[in-house]
């Protein structure tokens, strides 16, 4: 028995140096996915609303803009769907995989900072909230779910979204249709920060995004005189 031993100690090294090196990895694409969702979140920044929003010239003005959004979007989306097959992460029915379950947590942050730059890209296309399945539709194929978006990841991402919605609305100021704009902004604020509201005494990390849409909130409220 004791001459197995040091085979069932290599077996366990094994197991613990593969574990590590797919963390490793799994960190570095997620600190690569989210300096993109970042470059896409400040591409967005640069929307011009002197046309008005959501208005059709408004569109027109800025049809290269979100073509360019689109694109880096994509990119994001393309790093993930790596990553997925790569790290073995997908599923083949609609539940995440084993893997996934043991390291979503090492891809977990970057993935609400694509949440959240993708519900702003569609927030300034659509004047709506980014459904989550829109999402799970760009990380799937006909086979199955490469990465799995949890419920959880997906509020905490919307969450994030009152922070860019605060910038976009401060940006809107001098806009001629400001007020319209504004309000339709503090609106989808509202929206999300009352529908995460009770779930924050049961959820630290819903608790602490929520002191920060707050924020966000009365910021454009004081700031603009919406009540």
Known sequence: ???????????????IDAYN?????????????????KKLIFHLHRYSVAHGWPTEPGREANAKLLRDAHTKLEEVYAMLRSCADVEEL???????SPNMLRFERFVGASLEEMIEGASFLYFL???ALIPLSVLQAALSTEQGILL??????????LS????ELMRFAINSVASPNASSIIARVVGM???IYEALEPLAPFQAEIRKKQQVSFTSLR???DGTCVC
Do not use: C, N, W
Request: glycine share 4%.
């Open 189 to 191: 604020q509202r929206a």
């Open 21 to 37: 090196d797919r963390r490793e990895r799994l960190i570095k694409t997620s600190r690569d996915v989210t300096a993109l969702s």
């Open 219 to 221: 910021k454009v409220e």
């Open 160 to 163: 994030d979204l009152t922070g």
């Open 90 to 96: 997908a599923s083949t029915s609609a539940q995440p």
């Open 148 to 157: 799995y978006i949890t419920p959880m990841r997906y509020l905490l991402g």
């Open 1 to 15: 028995m004791a001459e197995g031993l040091p085979s069932v100690f290599e077996a366990y090294r094994d197991e």
């Open 125 to 127: 296309e659509h004047d």
